[in-house]
């Protein structure tokens, strides 16, 4: 059953208030939202991250499931573990606690760079493991080192701006080609902004048999640099000029769900200008890069509705 | 806060009790308070949607604005809110008012 309305949207709280996530952290209103909708029976294991050093700051935790912290690299293994233990209790019947889902909760950094061997193993052995992927664009909590997740051109610590450098030299990974690559039999694209439509994937990532990846666009307040009030705004202008578009790899078919499925027609999408001016890690742009950010951003819609059309 | 001894933590030192950062209040973090003014609330629940820290609580009863009656109510629990302001950016009837804090 998909919510259809927000008023069919759980109501119960699973992710208690009072931990340290920056106020108008994009992470905690991803965190919120997945944990209402998994329900009380998941088991969680959390990658290192922004959402793990500010939710279990000891001897305290934010989370109401039961938990457990591993390091940046991995997350997905010690998943996979739990996922096996699970079964293998299921089997000789002492596993009482009926229909657990194993869920990964992981930033950028432990997706993109640090921890890909480990997401890449349990994709391939296909465990029944939910991965979550909140993706912030850089390794926030240490203080916005550059990760593969950064869009080229921002500016973060590592990747300074001035006269020898523009800000990242290098394009943001396709974390989604890569999962899709494993032949996964679910894997989605989601943004905080649009909370119904990122239930909703959760839900049906939950439900699916075999590994199941969502990637979750969480704007971060300091490493972006804007006003603490616009966190959702910047979520939903990602999807509204194309920059982040959303849609659901399902069962080998591509499907764009709205509103990024009018986005095909360049026209459709709102300018990319209007997302980059509201980030200060963009004010450094230069006409001739905000059209380079806009040619690669064409080619990645040409290429999104390619495999659309090739899938469906 | 009086830590416990290695002896008396649990093995592997859990923690063992789920939702516990309750115990630490966040409201002296923030600068700005939001105020619902529930007579311009058209209940679109966006305010509850997007709160980051899930600080705004849906109240069921019968509630009685002016000549409209509605079955729900959003109230700000302000022991956790960190006044980020984004229910106040998001409300499209501009019902919620940052209001500096006095101290």
């Given at each position: 059953?998909?919510?259809?309305?927000?008023?069919?949207?759980?109501r119960?709280?699973?992710?208690?208030p009072?931990?340290?996530?920056?106020?108008?952290?994009?992470?905690?209103?991803?965190?919120?939202?997945?944990?209402?909708?998994?329900?009380?029976?998941?088991?969680?294991?959390n990658?290192?991250?922004?959402?793990e050093?500010?939710?279990?700051?000891?001897?305290?935790?934010?989370?109401?499931?039961?938990?457990?912290h591993?390091?940046?690299?991995?997350?997905?293994?010690?998943?996979?573990?739990?996922e096996?233990?699970?079964?293998?209790?299921?089997?000789?019947?002492?596993?009482?606690?009926?229909?657990?889902?194993?869920?990964?909760?992981?930033?950028d950094?432990?997706?993109?760079?640090?921890?890909?061997?480990?997401l890449?193993?349990?994709l391939?052995?296909r465990h029944?493991?939910?991965?979550?992927?909140?993706?912030?664009?850089?390794?926030?909590?240490?203080?916005?080192?550059?990760?593969?997740?950064?869009?080229?051109?921002?500016?973060?610590?590592?990747?300074?701006?001035?006269a020898?450098?523009?800000?990242?030299?290098q394009?943001?990974?396709?974390?989604?080609?890569?999962?899709?690559?494993?032949?996964?039999?679910?894997?989605?694209?989601?943004?905080?902004?649009?909370v119904?439509?990122?239930?909703?994937?959760?839900?049906?990532?939950?439900?699916?048999?075999g590994?199941?990846?969502?990637?979750?666009?969480?704007?971060?307040?300091?490493?972006?640099?804007?006003?603490?009030?616009?966190?959702?705004?910047?979520?939903?202008?990602?999807?509204?000029t194309?920059?982040?578009?959303?849609?659901?790899?399902?069962?080998?078919?591509?499907?764009?769900?709205?509103?990024?499925?009018?986005?095909?027609?360049?026209?459709?999408?709102?300018?990319?200008?209007?997302f980059?001016?509201?980030?200060?890690r963009?004010?450094?742009?230069?006409?001739e890069?905000?059209?380079?950010?806009?040619?690669?951003?064409?080619?990645?819609?040409?290429?999104?509705?390619?495999?659309?059309?090739?899938?469906s | 806060?009086?830590?416990?001894g290695?002896?008396?933590?649990?093995?592997?030192a859990?923690?063992?009790?789920?939702?516990?950062?309750?115990r630490?209040?966040?409201?002296?973090?923030?600068?700005y308070?939001?105020?619902?003014?529930?007579?311009?609330?058209?209940?679109?629940?966006?305010?509850?949607?997007?709160?980051?820290?899930?600080?705004?609580?849906?109240?069921?009863?019968?509630?009685?604005?002016?000549?409209?009656?509605?079955?729900?109510?959003?109230?700000?629990?302000?022991?956790?809110?960190?006044?980020?302001?984004?229910?106040?950016?998001?409300?499209?009837?501009?019902?919620i008012?940052?209001?500096?804090e006095?101290?």
């Amino acid at each position: 059953m998909r919510f259809k309305t927000l008023r069919d949207l759980p109501r119960e709280e699973l992710f208690a208030p009072g931990h340290r996530m920056c106020a108008g952290c994009g992470a905690a209103i991803a965190m919120r939202w997945v944990t209402k909708v998994l329900g009380p029976n998941a088991i969680v294991a959390n990658a290192t991250g922004c959402v793990e050093v500010t939710t279990t700051p000891y001897p305290e935790t934010a989370w109401m499931h039961p938990y457990i912290h591993v390091a940046f690299e991995n997350a997905a293994a010690v998943a996979s573990g739990i996922e096996a233990a699970v079964k293998a209790l299921r089997r000789k019947g002492r596993w009482t606690a009926g229909d657990t889902k194993v869920v990964v909760i992981a930033g950028d950094g432990g997706t993109y760079d640090i921890g890909l061997q480990s997401l890449s193993g349990m994709l391939e052995r296909r465990h029944d493991v939910l991965y979550i992927l909140y993706d912030n664009e850089a390794y926030m909590n240490t203080g916005i080192q550059r990760s593969g997740s950064t869009p080229k051109f921002a500016w973060t610590t590592t990747t300074p701006v001035g006269a020898a450098a523009r800000g990242k030299v290098q394009w943001k990974k396709d974390i989604m080609g890569i999962v899709m690559a494993h032949r996964v039999p679910y894997a989605a694209t989601a943004s905080i902004s649009h909370v119904l439509d990122l239930a909703n994937k959760v839900k049906t990532a939950a439900e699916v048999r075999g590994p199941t990846f969502l990637h979750i666009f969480a704007p971060c307040v300091p490493g972006w640099r804007y006003p603490e009030n616009k966190t959702v705004e910047v979520a939903r202008l990602a999807v509204e000029t194309g920059y982040f578009p959303l849609y659901e790899w399902d069962h080998g078919k591509l499907r764009l769900n709205p509103p990024s499925n009018n986005h095909l027609d360049k026209s459709k999408r709102r300018p990319l200008r209007e997302f980059l001016n509201v980030q200060g890690r963009f004010n450094h742009l230069t006409e001739e890069e905000v059209a380079e950010l806009e040619r690669e951003l064409d080619s990645y819609w040409q290429y999104l509705s390619k495999l659309a059309s090739i899938s469906s | 806060m009086t830590l416990p001894g290695a002896s008396q933590l649990p093995i592997g030192a859990v923690v063992t009790e789920p939702g516990s950062t309750r115990r630490n209040t966040t409201a002296g973090w923030r600068a700005y308070k939001p105020v619902i003014h529930d007579d311009r609330c058209v209940r679109c629940q966006l305010c509850w949607l997007y709160c980051p820290e899930g600080t705004i609580v849906e109240l069921r009863g019968v509630f009685q604005i002016g000549g409209r009656k509605y079955d729900v109510k959003y109230e700000v629990v302000y022991d956790y809110c960190k006044g980020c302001g984004i229910c106040a950016n998001e409300c499209p009837t501009r019902a919620i008012e940052m209001v500096p804090e006095v101290v």
